[in-house]
């Protein structure tokens, strides 16, 4: 295959799993001897939120307010502002993680600035909103080429679009995310106070779909049972509002009497450098990911590559690359199940299987492989002519 340029487009710099995903697979993709560019909107000009071995791109992007649909239209106007020069479309293949940057590509598609793009659908979000929901399917419908991480969400895309999405899956960086403790964890044991446990790693922030309240709801049995017990609650950069479940979970803290703060019951980290996300896995006890809804998980890959074990909801996408072996499956909706596994977890014997298996899963999902199940897409977009479309063709965002 020739050497392909290739624009990846995500919606942020900040550490979420689909950025962190466009990251690692195009560092893959460079090292396999392509030039891969992450794009993403940066308000704020710091840059992505990690060091990168592959080319990156801070789109210019201007403060923004209002509501969500005027912060993601600003987002969308602030890639076509960027890709309105010809120099900034020198690529072979466009490659869009999300509705922002699929929103762009098809106006640029529809402007012949551009042939076409691929399009990652991570997950589907369901929106209120119907502009956010009608520019999700735009995204979606305006694609030459879809891929997914899961399966689950692309018999979900063939189920309501008709089409036949690519399994591209996910990977873990294992030269990154290890068992071996390193100087960093010490540092960041003190600095957030992690006592001696159990600890309970929650990744995602306050958030709805990461089922937040359930995890502290859980935390607080646990608590009756291991006194000295914290729940760390990393991450949290969106784009999203999530004022309102933040505000309901903050109010059940209070009710269950658990402070927050370092060295507290409960510590909120918020968004973590990945430099320091290895130290976090490790001084926890569990990563507690009871997730409502997940493209994959890529967390779950990070912990058990740090031999840490795992309490997944005991469904899709997860139980296609998991097994009872694997992890610890629990019930979303139940508190007192996710309880139960967050107790068994600090259990010697089910830690240690749990940590083999692990280790086992985390070495069968490489960026490498990831990478190279994307090639065949790129190679028939870079070839494709321009396919013809039933949509309007708009000079701004819709």
Known sequence: MRRLRIAILTHSTNPRGGVAHCLALAEALCAAGHEAVVHAPDPTGRGFYRPAACPTVSVAARPA?????????????????????????????FHAHDGIGGNALATLKHRRRIRGFVRTVHHIDSFQDSILADWQVRSIQEAQRLLCVSRTWADGLRTEFGVAPTIVGNGVDLSVYRPE????????????????????????????????AAIIEAFALLRARHPRAQLLLAGGASLLDHAAYRARCRASLVDLGL???????????????????????????????????????????????????????????????????????????????????????????????????????????????????????YDFCARAEAIPTAWPAPTEVP
């Open 181 to 212: 403790p390193d100087a960093r964890d010490a540092p960041v044991r003190a600095r957030w106070g992690i006592g001696p446990g159990p600890v309970v790693l929650s990744v995602g922030g306050f958030e709805a779909r990461k089922n937040t």
């Open 259 to 377: 402070d927050v703060g370092p060295g507290g019951p409960v510590i909120e980290t918020g968004p973590v450098p990945q430099g320091e996300m290895p130290a976090l896995y490790r001084s926890a006890d569990m990563l507690a990911f009871p997730s409502w809804t997940e493209g994959f998980g890529l967390c779950v890959l990070e912990a058990m590559a740090c031999g840490t074990p795992t309490i997944v909801s005991a469904r899709a996408p997860f139980t296609e690359y998991l097994t009872g072996a694997d992890t610890l499956f629990v019930d979303p909706a139940d508190p007192v199940d996710l309880a139960r596994a967050m107790t068994e977890a600090v259990e010697g014997p089910v830690r240690a299987r749990l940590r083999r298996a692990g280790f086992a899963v985390a070495r069968t999902h490489s960026w490498r492989a990831c990478a190279a199940h994307h090639l065949p897409t």
């Open 65 to 93: 307010s209002g509501s969500t649909v005027d912060l993601v239209r600003a987002r969308i106007n602030d890639y076509l502002g960027h890709f309105g020069s010809p120099a900034a479309c020198d690529f072979d293949v």
